[in-house]
């Protein structure tokens, strides 16, 4: 949503052709990233001609402040989406930054992983609107990812196995 | 005006922002290099937000005041002692992340 899909996008931006095809997953609930993702990856497409991407969709995993019980269950309704999903896409690598959508597609990850069948490295990246503390996804996913990155020095304190490489949007 | 799509023509215009704490619109004004008056609304905002907004003010790259103190900032500030806000490094996050993948 918003501001995760800006962020990401910037994140992408010095990225080598290598990294493609480039799988975007966003919320059925969102109306505005795909027109963004759409406008950077055909400006992508100027200096790679190859890129390819694709765009799907899952149900929005938790409203802003909805209750941890009702979350949970969002979220597992969100994982019968998201889970044959990754299952099709079996990505070698998962980049994430916060919105609730991240963690039902990071937990099918997690799942293919341990069921043998795709490893994938997951790398979250949490806001550079995240100074003093971790947003609910950066919390759950701090344990759960490869490496995760932030971008304010009291976070690195505070988090000591993150990766701090300052401001990177 | 109510919901524009983008406020990056105003933006380029202004000699000054005023704005809420929200990070979307602290980072696109200062990204554009505007001196920006930062108005936080503790009561409207969770906690969350106005860290990004205390940040940038400890910082020095934006001025902060609440609403009953917005005149009184108009009037007494002093925009030469913002600091300008470098922009962020995408850069080195592709080289960790070509590391990490193992291009290199």
Known sequence: ?169 | FRFKDSLAEDLRRADLVISHAGAGSCLETLEKGKPLVVVINEKLMNNHQLELAKQLHRDGHVLCCNCSTLVETLQSMDLSTLKPFPPGQPEKFALFLDKVVGFQ
Not at chain 1, 1 to 19: A, F, N, V, W
Not at chain 1, 87 to 95: A, Q, W
Not at chain 1, 121 to 128: D, P, R
């Open chain 1, 1 to 169: 949503t918003g501001g995760h899909t800006t962020e990401i996008l910037r994140l992408l931006s010095c990225l080598s052709e290598s990294y493609s095809p480039i799988h975007y997953i966003f919320a059925d609930s969102d109306k505005m990233s795909e027109a963004k993702i759409r406008a950077f990856e055909q400006k992508r497409a100027e200096t790679f001609s190859n890129s390819k991407f694709t765009l799907d969709r899952i149900p929005r995993s938790r409203e802003v402040r909805q209750s941890w019980t009702s979350s949970v269950v969002t979220t597992l309704y969100s994982m019968l989406y998201s889970l044959p999903l990754t299952y099709k896409l079996k990505p070698d690598l998962i980049l994430c930054n916060g919105p609730g959508t991240c963690v039902p597609v990071c937990v099918s990850a997690l799942l293919l992983g341990l069921l043998g069948i795709k490893r994938a490295i997951i790398v979250y990246v949490e806001s550079i609107c995240r100074v003093e503390t971790l947003s609910l996804s950066g919390k759950i996913l701090y344990y759960f990812s490869d490496y995760f990155i932030v971008q304010w020095p009291e976070l690195k304190e505070k988090y000591p196995k993150s990766v701090y490489l300052g401001r990177i949007v």
